[in-house]
């Protein structure tokens, strides 16, 4: 009896327990002052500085507007936000307004987490003017309703092939132009002491696996050597070759030419070890010679201050990707780079959707653009002779150390496309130690310059499951460390395996959303 | 009878109220792990019915689910990668417990029978201490002995005249530094029950053996091992009761696909289902299955344990 009602007692707990525990904080309600209160998680602009001041004066000015804004920053790395979000969802713990990446938007989209926000772009006709164009809007549209605001993210094309010079000066070679022409280079950079020092130290190609919706495994940092075989991206966007990359025959020549690099030994063998930082720590202290890397990582003042420091003499070089044997060459595949901003279906239903679309509004022109964009006038900016913010020299000017943290909303407020917004952000200034003149803004143009594949979309594509994604990172790099030897037969096997997987049914998939989006060309 | 049980009640009730009173700290002291727990441990179970469920969000909860039977069940056994998955966990628990376990009770052992006092403690401090880093801290550590480049490992091997071996990216390599950094970590800390049990030999057994002309070996063979030997079976039956609790956080630290051959467990799939799909009936169906296979090799083991030997859980 004892027993039965101790059983009894205990199921009563469990289930009134577990509603409260297992079922969240999930009040999104007004504030008892009469403010709506919105919590909102954003990708800070500088991730090396402190997450947004209490007494950031935006707070105020969106209190007047009856606003309680609580901001918090997202993780720095891409993979670290998705977790947090979707760790969020899983505890139905979304805030209310947050910004996600395309694939982890789908996933809340479906699972009805996200606001339908179809008719809230008329309530933000500036931003909407500015931002939200017919491709922006197709992006987080499922079944004709929109569940998220695209917003532009980064400055499109904004990274190269880029080699080191004075190792080429040093050596005395030419800048290679064609795929064996670069493997010669990436030889000489390894076995014939580059810089000088007498030791075997440096290697030809660095890289870490650097993965998006649209550059599978092994990623970003290998598509100028994927492109020389025509099979940059995950997906082939051309009418009449349409299809997922790893499919098409130059996949596997690409694979023959990455395992000769490997075998060679002329990437850094840790390219499947590091993390990106580790990566740019790598470079900075002279590993290697050529990479694939970003504009303002490469050369903005503070990014290029430790590579000045060690190489004084040091220079790197915007080149065109190589050709390869059919005469084909990229940086990679060209997108928007667009993120999205969502409202959480549960602050929709508490009624905020409106007053987030106020603060969001209130950030795309005027007072809010340029408190996110440079922080306040005379404290953390001022405007040169030509109109462009300038940063006010300091620690509270806005690329100063305590300033930086007053911008950490730039990426809600800017387009990245206007010219003020790029002269302002990528200053021209002069190396410390070396003296040399540089702009992030320069290397900008150099990198948008070379040939890139046109991939508009392609960021939005159908996303594969987890096991046939599994299978195809663990695939190719098996193939990459030497567990399976690359031969046809077992190229074929490989392929074979992914398509039981699913990967036959992802390209129809993909075929069918790229043809009704009218990406193909 | 219905009179007698009810005094009875009353009785338990009151003297229970009486304890309580009279020992309140104790019971607070008590109440911390209970609640722990329970909202931690017994109440989550509610939620396990998410298994059988085609549990779309949390938003909606789980009673608007729809009742899919196991349907959640039938998918992770019939998943590529549910042999590997079952093969690489017990791989790595077995491992664990083949490694670590002997080279706790050796360092146990050994600190016991230290006669220096401060190197003991120089010992034992050292031994405790990787296991207060967390696995992020020791991916560092590995890395840096470890990497394929600079590693000071492969600095050895290559000033040796050997060739580097990428010990992180390296299917034949991977497992091994996994079960023997878990042991580096670990070892230390796992080695304190033990320390613990050695602690409450009767030392008159040791003065006994030394005038009897026992050595140092004969002394551990004959008096400290079977004194431990209780606690070494109790240590080994929970450790199969979690025998797919392979590591989550070391694994997920240091695994790459160029061994998700050998690297992928249960738990790291589970992660990438449940967590980065937002597929969750089907991640809870796994762990759900893979506590009950842990619960039913306890039962097991202690059912063998206390027939072959004097030692069991319950």
Same mark, same amino acid.
């Given at each position: 009896?004892?027993?039965?009602?101790?059983?009894?007692?205990?199921?009563?707990?469990?289930?009134?327990?577990?509603?409260?525990?297992?079922?969240?904080?999930?009040?999104?309600?007004?504030?008892?002052?009469?403010?709506?209160?919105?919590?909102?998680?954003?990708?800070?602009?500088?991730? $090396?500085?402190?997450?947004?001041?209490?007494?950031?004066?935006?707070?105020?000015?969106?209190?007047?507007?009856?606003?309680?804004?609580?901001?918090?920053?997202?993780?720095?790395?891409?993979?670290?936000?998705?977790?947090?979000?979707?760790?969020?969802?899983?505890?139905?713990?979304?805030?209310?307004?947050?910004?996600?990446?395309?694939?982890?938007? /789908?996933?809340?989209?479906?699972?009805?987490?996200?606001?339908?926000?179809?008719?809230?772009?008329?309530?933000?006709?500036?931003?909407?003017?500015?931002?939200?164009?017919?491709?922006?809007?197709?992006?987080?549209?499922?079944?004709?309703?929109?569940?998220?605001?695209?917003?532009?993210?980064?400055?499109?094309?904004?990274?190269?092939?880029?080699?080191?010079? !004075?190792?080429? !000066?040093?050596?005395?070679?030419? /800048?290679?132009?064609?795929?064996?022409?670069?493997?010669?280079?990436?030889?000489?950079?390894?076995?014939?002491?580059?810089?000088?020092?007498?030791?075997?130290?440096?290697?030809?190609?660095?890289?870490?696996?650097?993965?998006?919706?649209?550059?599978?495994?092994?990623? %970003?940092?290998?598509?100028?050597?994927?492109?020389?075989?025509?099979?940059?991206?995950?997906?082939?966007?051309?009418?009449?070759?349409?299809?997922?990359?790893?499919?098409?025959?130059?996949?596997?020549?690409?694979?023959?030419?990455?395992?000769?690099?490997?075998?060679?030994?002329?990437?850094?063998?840790?390219?499947?070890?590091?993390?990106?930082?580790?990566?740019?720590?790598?470079?900075?202290?002279?590993?290697?010679?050529?990479? %694939?890397?970003?504009?303002?990582?490469?050369?903005?003042?503070?990014?290029?201050?430790?590579?000045?420091?060690?190489?004084?003499?040091?220079?790197?070089?915007?080149?065109?990707?190589?050709?390869?044997?059919?005469?084909? +060459?990229?940086?990679?595949?060209? /997108?928007?780079?667009?993120?999205?901003?969502?409202?959480?279906?549960?602050?929709? !239903?508490?009624?905020?959707?409106?007053?987030?679309?106020?603060?969001?509004?209130?950030?795309?022109?005027? $007072?809010?653009?340029?408190?996110?964009?440079?922080?306040?006038?005379?404290?953390?900016?001022?405007?040169?002779?030509?109109?462009?913010?300038?940063?006010?020299?300091?620690?509270?000017?806005?690329?100063?150390?305590?300033?930086?943290?007053?911008?950490?909303? +730039?990426?809600?407020?800017?387009?990245?496309?206007?010219?003020?917004?790029?002269?302002?952000?990528?200053?021209?200034?002069?190396?410390?130690?070396?003296?040399?003149?540089?702009?992030?803004?320069?290397?900008?143009?150099?990198?948008?310059?070379?040939?890139?594949?046109?991939?508009?979309?392609?960021? @939005?594509?159908?996303?594969?499951?987890?096991?046939?994604?599994?299978?195809?990172?663990?695939?190719?790099?098996?193939?990459?460390?030497?567990?399976?030897?690359?031969?046809?037969?077992?190229?074929?096997?490989?392929?074979?395996?992914? !398509?039981?997987?699913?990967?036959?049914?992802?390209?129809?998939?993909?075929?069918?959303?790229?043809?009704?989006?009218?990406?193909?060309? | 009878?219905?009179?007698?049980?009810?005094?009875?009640?009353?009785?338990?009730?009151?003297?229970? %109220?009486?304890?309580?009173? +009279?020992?309140?700290?104790?019971?607070?002291?008590?109440?911390?792990?209970?609640?722990?727990?329970?909202?931690?441990?017994?109440?989550?179970?509610?939620?396990?019915?998410?298994?059988? %469920?085609?549990?779309?969000?949390?938003?909606?909860?789980?009673? @608007?689910?729809?009742?899919?039977?196991? $349907?959640?069940?039938?998918?992770?056994?019939?998943?590529?990668?549910?042999?590997?998955?079952?093969?690489?966990?017990?791989?790595?628990?077995?491992?664990?417990?083949?490694?670590?376990?002997?080279?706790?009770?050796?360092?146990?052992?050994?600190?016991?029978?230290?006669?220096?006092?401060?190197?003991?403690?120089? /010992?034992?401090?050292?031994?405790?201490?990787?296991?207060?880093?967390?696995?992020?801290?020791?991916?560092?550590?590995?890395?840096?002995?470890?990497?394929?480049?600079?590693?000071?490992?492969?600095?050895?091997?290559?000033?040796?005249?050997?060739?580097?071996?990428?010990?992180?990216?390296?299917?034949?390599?991977?497992?091994?530094?996994?079960?023997?950094?878990?042991?580096?970590?670990?070892?230390?800390?796992?080695?304190?029950?033990?320390?613990?049990?050695?602690?409450?030999?009767?030392?008159?057994?040791?003065?006994?053996?030394?005038?009897?002309?026992?050595?140092?070996?004969?002394?551990?063979?004959?008096?400290?091992?079977?004194?431990?030997?209780?606690?070494?079976?109790?240590?080994? &039956?929970?450790?199969?009761?979690?025998?797919?609790?392979?590591?989550?956080?070391?694994?997920?630290?240091?695994?790459?696909?160029?061994?998700?051959?050998?690297?992928?467990?249960?738990?790291?799939?589970?992660?990438?289902?449940?967590?980065?799909?937002?597929?969750?009936?089907?991640?809870?169906?796994?762990?759900?299955?893979?506590?009950?296979?842990?619960?039913? &090799?306890?039962?097991? @083991?202690?059912?063998?344990?206390?027939?072959?030997?004097?030692?069991?859980?319950?």
């Amino acid at each position: 009896m004892k027993t039965r009602k101790f059983l009894a007692i205990l199921l009563v707990l469990l289930i009134g327990f577990g509603q409260v525990f297992a079922g969240g904080s999930s009040d999104k309600k007004a504030s008892d002052n009469g403010l709506t209160h919105i919590e909102m998680w954003y990708n800070a602009t500088q991730t $090396e500085v402190g997450p947004l001041p209490n007494d950031w004066v935006g707070y105020d000015i969106l209190k007047d507007m009856g606003i309680e804004l609580e901001a918090s920053s997202l993780p720095s790395s891409t993979v670290d936000q998705d977790t947090k979000v979707q760790a969020a969802a899983a505890a139905n713990e979304l805030p209310d307004f947050f910004v996600a990446n395309r694939e982890v938007w /789908v996933r809340l989209a479906n699972n009805g987490m996200l606001a339908d926000v179809t008719d809230l772009y008329e309530l933000m006709p500036e931003r909407t003017a500015i931002m939200f164009d017919q491709d922006a809007i197709n992006f987080t549209t499922i079944d004709g309703r929109s569940y998220g605001f695209a917003t532009p993210s980064i400055v499109t094309k904004n990274e190269g092939l880029v080699i080191r010079k !004075d190792w080429l !000066d040093n050596l005395g070679l030419e /800048v290679p132009t064609t795929l064996d022409e670069l493997f010669d280079v990436m030889y000489a950079f390894t076995y014939n002491d580059p810089d000088g020092n007498g030791k075997n130290d440096t290697w030809g190609y660095g890289a870490f696996i650097e993965e998006t919706t649209y550059e599978s495994y092994p990623g %970003r940092r290998f598509e100028p050597l994927m492109g020389a075989f025509g099979v940059e991206g995950t997906w082939n966007f051309s009418k009449d070759n349409f299809g997922l990359q790893i499919h098409k025959p130059e996949f596997y020549d690409f694979m023959v030419f990455m395992k000769k690099v490997i075998d060679a030994g002329v990437i850094d063998p840790n390219w499947m070890a590091y993390k990106k930082d580790d990566f740019r720590a790598a470079w900075k202290q002279g590993k290697f010679g050529i990479m %694939r890397e970003q504009n303002s990582a490469l050369s903005s003042q503070n990014n290029y201050a430790p590579f000045d420091a060690n190489f004084p003499d040091g220079e790197w070089l915007v080149i065109e990707p190589p050709y390869g044997p059919n005469g084909l +060459r990229s940086v990679g595949p060209a /997108v928007r780079g667009l993120r999205i901003w969502c409202i959480s279906a549960d602050a929709a !239903d508490a009624g905020k959707a409106e007053k987030i679309c106020e603060m969001f509004e209130w950030m795309a022109h005027d $007072e809010g653009y340029l408190l996110c964009g440079w922080g306040q006038e005379g404290i953390n900016y001022t405007f040169d002779e030509n109109g462009i913010p300038v940063s006010i020299p300091g620690d509270m000017g806005f690329d100063g150390p305590i300033g930086q943290t007053y911008i950490q909303l +730039r990426s809600m407020a800017f387009n990245y496309t206007s010219e003020t917004e790029l002269l302002s952000r990528y200053p021209v200034y002069t190396c410390e130690n070396s003296g040399k003149e540089m702009s992030a803004l320069w290397t900008l143009r150099d990198m948008q310059s070379k040939t890139w594949t046109p991939a508009n979309g392609m960021d @939005s594509m159908p996303i594969p499951g987890n096991d046939l994604k599994t299978y195809y990172q663990q695939g190719l790099a098996e193939f990459f460390a030497g567990a399976r030897e690359l031969t046809p037969e077992n190229w074929q096997a490989f392929i074979d395996q992914l !398509d039981a997987l699913g990967a036959t049914e992802w390209e129809q998939e993909g075929y069918e959303y790229a043809v009704a989006n009218n990406y193909l060309y | 009878m219905g009179e007698k049980g009810s005094l009875q009640n009353k009785t338990y009730w009151s003297t229970l %109220r009486k304890d309580i009173a +009279r020992q309140k700290w104790i019971y607070i002291l008590i109440a911390v792990p209970l609640i722990y727990y329970f909202v931690f441990k017994y109440v989550p179970l509610w939620y396990s019915q998410i298994a059988f %469920r085609d549990f779309k969000s949390v938003r909606y909860g789980i009673l @608007s689910s729809d009742w899919v039977g196991l $349907e959640n069940f039938k998918e992770f056994v019939t998943s590529h990668y549910f042999w590997s998955l079952i093969r690489n966990t017990l791989m790595y628990s077995i491992g664990k417990i083949l490694v670590s376990l002997p080279l706790s009770v050796i360092l146990a052992i050994a600190i016991y029978e230290c006669r220096h006092n401060k190197l003991r403690k120089v /010992v034992q401090t050292l031994a405790y201490l990787p296991h207060f880093l967390s696995w992020v801290i020791m991916y560092g550590i590995l890395l840096s002995l470890f990497a394929p480049g600079d590693g000071i490992i492969n600095d050895l091997i290559k000033f040796f005249g050997g060739q580097p071996i990428d010990f992180l990216t390296n299917s034949k390599a991977f497992p091994w530094l996994v079960i023997f950094s878990d042991a580096w970590k670990e070892m230390g800390w796992s080695a304190i029950i033990f320390i613990a049990a050695l602690m409450g030999i009767d030392v008159s057994l040791f003065e006994a053996a030394m005038v009897e002309g026992a050595n140092s070996w004969q002394r551990v063979k004959y008096i400290t091992f079977p004194a431990i030997k209780p606690v070494i079976v109790t240590v080994l &039956l929970l450790k199969i009761g979690t025998i797919f609790e392979a590591g989550f956080n070391q694994i997920f630290m240091l695994y790459s696909p160029a061994v998700y051959s050998v690297a992928d467990i249960i738990d790291t799939w589970v992660y990438r289902q449940g967590l980065l799909e937002g597929r969750f009936g089907l991640a809870t169906a796994a762990g759900l299955f893979k506590g009950i296979i842990g619960m039913l &090799l306890l039962f097991a @083991s202690n059912y063998f344990s206390k027939k072959f030997s004097d030692s069991s859980l319950f």
